[in-house]
């Protein structure tokens, strides 16, 4: 069988068929897709979990607690799937191994650092920007809200505007 | 540039061009625009007396939902009973939110110290589209000063300021007496039940 | 006709197995697509592979087309689905700091989670991250980001109300704009990789 290893998905077709996904969503359950929503879901379960007064007082997590399970959420089945599907696809492709993804030029720990502080940054801007790549953005603009396109200008414009200051981690 | 790409390209064209011309329509909320925004504060009707919320309190009416739009610290300090608070910084928070949504259901009162506050928070709440929403007028100065102390009306006023003066007298009896006086009542001893919308559509990220 | 599950056509549980089944849509694109390589994905900020550009375009506006299109004919209510609140200020500092996480970390939340999964050990580092900046963000909530965090509230804005046009000119505008940026965006990675040798672009794909 050829290597696929490096090969990818016409990128238009892949965007193609996330947009039918997109639809699918909104005509089947009238949501986006997202995921951060998910991850605020995981958080506050784990805080359900240890103290259910706790996570009830918080503001943050008081209106989801309030509703009933913090992870029966569409976003959250939603993200299994997206796993699940990742997992389908890089098995077809081959890709399914232990590996740090990164320029050739730093070292893994140097990468793994900044994979963990990017992660923390995305933490703390998704939670104050009412979502990510895909809840805010992807699925505001499939929807023409002005948040998603507000979105869209903040973290491609903002990641042009700072990409010389993290040059080193990638050219 | 591939045939497939070339494939994707022309299909977005399509469905732009298809877009453009089908007739606009609405799909979000619609929301109040700023011209209307004057019309709004003229509007009197939001307006209800510290002698409907007396009655409404003494009757245990179920469907009043007051809303406290001051400070916490003052909140906790005195505020009337059952009331919640939801300070008006913060007052289109994700909670607020589902709770002013109930409007339908519930009669939202806002209130503060005297009337401004409480009229800036239907200000901001109504031009975001909440419904029905009222406001204390004179709020809690109104209610210490007009309804917990009212004053004799002149001998030559009208009957019906006999009939305001009793029920006030009355109103200050049942308020000191069984909420214990203004002092010790910081917790509020009406419970409201709180509306909650079913089957709301989460989404997004949010 | 649609949404199906807001209007009761399909019970709780139909709809989160759907949520499934659209995740191993979603899930199997963004793989196969080459966005659990973190590089591929990097790449956008510097040109050397403009994949995240295409893909993601192609997807929000084949849906925005899809969506407006099928509106019109009856087939979903735009009105009765999830719509997003707009927070001009808090969205673009949240934004700002999602892009410093973009080009620190290389993924982005959705991303991270399909990388994490296929056993991309930069990508599950990156999501134990996502989780402590979580963490941290609801530890310090209520005094430090509440009240920014609900600051400049717009309600339900379209951003093509916004801007005075009809929803579906936006959306064809929108795609011709994405559709040049998609030809833009060929040009200027052939001439960011012109004096790369095949050996680095070999994990790419390109």
């Known amino acids: 069988m050829k290597d696929l290893k490096n090969k990818y998905l016409n ?18 359950s009238g949501e986006g897709l997202g995921s951060s929503g998910a991850y605020k879901r995981f958080v506050i379960a784990s805080f359900d979990a240890v103290s259910h007064t706790y996570a009830l007082k918080s503001h943050y997590s008081g209106a989801v607690v309030s509703n009933g399970h913090p992870l029966d959420s569409w976003l959250v089945f939603e993200i299994l799937g997206v796993m699940a599907g990742a997992i389908i696809s890089a098995a077809i492709f081959g ?23 990017g992660g923390i940054f995305w933490g703390v801007g998704t939670q104050l920007g009412r979502g990510c790549t895909s809840g805010l953005i992807m699925s505001g603009m499939a929807v023409n809200s002005l948040s998603g396109y507000i979105g ?8 042009y505007l700072f990409a010389w200051f993290f040059r080193k981690l990638w050219i | 540039m591939k045939k497939t790409s070339l494939f994707i390209f022309a299909l977005l064209l399509l469905g732009g061009l298809w877009s453009a011309f089908l007739p606009n329509v609405k799909t979000h909320v619609e929301r109040v625009p700023n011209k209307d925004l004057i019309t709004l504060v003229n509007y009197k009707a939001r307006y209800v007396s510290v002698d409907d ?13 007051l809303v406290d739009v001051r400070m916490p610290e003052q909140y906790k300090q005195f505020s009337l009973p059952g009331a919640i608070n939801m300070p008006i910084d913060s007052l289109l928070n994700e909670t607020n939110q589902q709770l002013l949504s109930g409007s339908d259901v519930y009669n939202i009162v806002f209130f503060s110290n005297g009337t401004s506050l409480a009229d800036k928070a239907w200000l901001i709440a109504t031009a975001a589209g909440f419904k029905n929403l009222h406001v204390l007028k004179g709020g809690l100065n109104a209610w210490f000063n007009d309804l917990l102390q009212p004053k004799r009306p002149a001998d030559w006023a009208k009957q019906a300021e006999f009939q305001k003066y009793e029920f006030r007298r009355a109103a200050a009896r049942f308020f000191t007496g069984a909420t214990g006086g203004e002092e010790s009542s910081s917790q509020p001893k009406v419970k409201v039940q709180v509306p909650v919308k ?9 | 006709m649609g949404p199906l599950y807001p209007l009761g056509i399909i019970n709780e549980n139909v709809n989160l ?5 659209i995740g191993i849509v979603f899930g199997g694109m963004l793989e196969a697509g080459g966005f659990t390589n973190t590089r591929k994905l990097a790449g956008v900020f510097y040109g050397y592979d403009m994949t995240v550009l295409k893909v993601f375009f192609t997807a929000a506006l084949t849906a925005a087309a899809g969506l407006f299109i099928m509106h019109h004919y009856g087939l979903i209510d735009l009105t009765k689905i999830f719509y997003p609140h707009t927070y001009w200020l808090p969205t673009l500092v949240g934004g700002l700091l999602m892009a410093i996480g973009f080009l620190l970390g290389g993924f982005c939340p959705g991303t991270g989670f399909c990388a994490a999964s296929t056993g991309k050990i930069d990508g599950i580092v990156f999501a134990v991250g996502v989780f402590l900046g979580i963490y941290f963000y609801a530890f310090t909530y209520t005094p430090v980001f509440e009240k920014f965090r609900n600051s400049t509230f717009m309600g339900q804005v379209n951003v093509a109300d916004w801007l005075g ?7 064809l505008i929108m795609i011709v704009i994405a559709i040049a940026s998609f030809f833009f965006a060929d040009w200027v990675q052939k001439k ?8 680095d672009l070999e994990e790419l794909g390109l």
């Open chain 2, 53 to 65: 919320i007396a009655r409404a309190l003494m009757n245990q009416d179920k469907m009043l939902l």
């Open chain 3, 192 to 199: 960011v990789n012109k004096n790369k040798s095949p050996e």
């Open chain 3, 165 to 171: 046009i009809s929803q579906g000119l936006f959306i």
């Open chain 1, 152 to 159: 869209l200008v903040a973290v491609f414009g903002g990641g």
């Open chain 2, 198 to 206: 079913k089957k709301q559509v989460g989404g997004g990220c949010e």
């Open chain 1, 11 to 28: 990128p238009y077709i892949a965007g193609f068929f996330i947009g039918l996904a997109l639809i699918a969503a909104y005509y089947f």
């Open chain 1, 95 to 117: 890709r399914l191994e232990w590996k740090i993804g990164k320029s050739p030029k730093i070292s893994n720990k140097t990468r793994l650092i900044a994979a963990l502080l």
């Open chain 3, 17 to 21: 197995l759907i949520a499934f089944f």
